[in-house]
């Protein structure tokens, strides 16, 4: 008899299992058979605790799915809204959607996100001296190509018929089409990226210089960081590099303080003495900013937001920096 994931605790029969690096713990039985109905329940549905597994609502999983924007595509929990992303592939939002409910409430994304990224590329190794992909399979070289895609090609198909060449040769179809969407980098590259779940924008870049923990700023997602932690790796973090990344970030972070948007339209608005105050609301999130700053130094005079308004039509004012654009990192003169 097969007693895999079911251990023996002071006379009773424990379920556990190790998925994506968590251990869970799926109850706790009287008996080894009941143990053995409820292990193999589990087993035919992909070890998820929900109503199907017969498990009550406050211990089942929660339910995700995963929603394409202009960004890229961000993995939802369906119940709490909360999300994770973006990511620019969808095989790999993907797996990030199938890891995540594994971790509950107690969710470490940079974790999780490590964890995605083995599963992407899994039987992938890089030959740095060859500069060659293997795919490596029940421990032999089954393969080797010039072109990561390729080897992420014929990785799929020995998945499927674990490694029957017959097979493979005869099957011609294509599992997952890669070259649809740009792969994550092979390289998982960005260490210093922190997930802060109580941040608005909730990627957090920092860097250990001289035994002082430095934060850089933080950022809406998880591409962006890594962009701005790329840059400042070819400028080898100089300090004057350093100070104008944090400059820039605070700067961005501040321009819509002041601004919400609702029914489509951006409000310049800002509480005072418990009263919200209406200042203007426009559909040109530019024009909301510029207005706002001319606004603050002004000392929030509304009798001057006309003028303020033309001026910004006259001169067809741009905003100074872009999310995810290299023109974040352009100095002022």
Not at 296 to 313: C, D, G, M, P, S
């Amino acid at each position: 008899m097969n007693y895999k994931n079911i251990y023996k605790q002071n006379g009773k029969y424990v379920i556990k299992k190790n998925i994506y690096c968590k251990s869970i713990t799926y109850g706790t039985f009287d008996n080894l058979t009941e143990a053995i109905e409820q292990r193999n329940i589990l087993m035919k549905n992909k070890w998820h605790k929900n109503a199907t597994t017969n498990y009550p609502k406050q211990e089942r999983f929660p339910k995700y799915q995963i929603k394409k924007t202009e960004c890229g595509y961000l993995v939802l929990n369906k119940k709490t809204g909360r999300t994770f992303g973006t990511y620019k592939n969808y095989e790999y939002a993907n797996i990030i959607k199938k890891i995540l409910p594994f971790y509950g409430n107690k969710i470490n994304i940079r974790l999780i996100e490590k964890i995605a990224h083995k599963e992407f590329y899994k039987y992938i190794s890089y030959n740095k001296r060859k500069d060659v992909y293997h795919v490596i399979y029940g421990g032999f070289v089954r393969s080797t190509h010039k072109k990561l895609i390729n080897a992420l090609y014929e990785r799929d198909l020995i998945i499927k018929y674990d490694g029957d060449e017959e097979l493979m040769c005869e099957d011609s179809t294509i599992i997952h089409d890669y070259k649809k969407e740009d792969l994550p980098s092979f390289e998982y590259e960005c260490e210093n990226i922190r997930y802060r779940d109580e941040n608005r924008n909730k990627y957090q870049l920092e860097k250990q210089i001289r035994n002082h923990k430095i934060v850089i700023g933080s950022y809406p997602t998880y591409d962006l960081a890594c962009l701005i932690k790329r840059y400042l790796d070819t400028k080898k973090w100089r300090g004057d590099e350093v100070r104008h990344i944090i400059k820039s970030t605070r700067r961005i972070h501040k321009r819509d303080k002041y601004i919400h948007k609702r029914n489509g339209h951006f409000y310049i608005e800002r509480k005072k003495n418990d009263k919200i105050i209406i200042y203007a609301k426009y559909k040109d999130i530019e024009l909301a900013r510029y207005v706002k700053n001319n606004l603050a130094i002004n000392n929030w005079h509304k009798r001057f937001i006309k003028n303020f308004e033309r001026k910004y039509y006259l001169n067809n004012f741009e905003t100074e920096y872009y999310y995810d654009s290299t023109d974040f990192f352009i100095k002022c003169v």
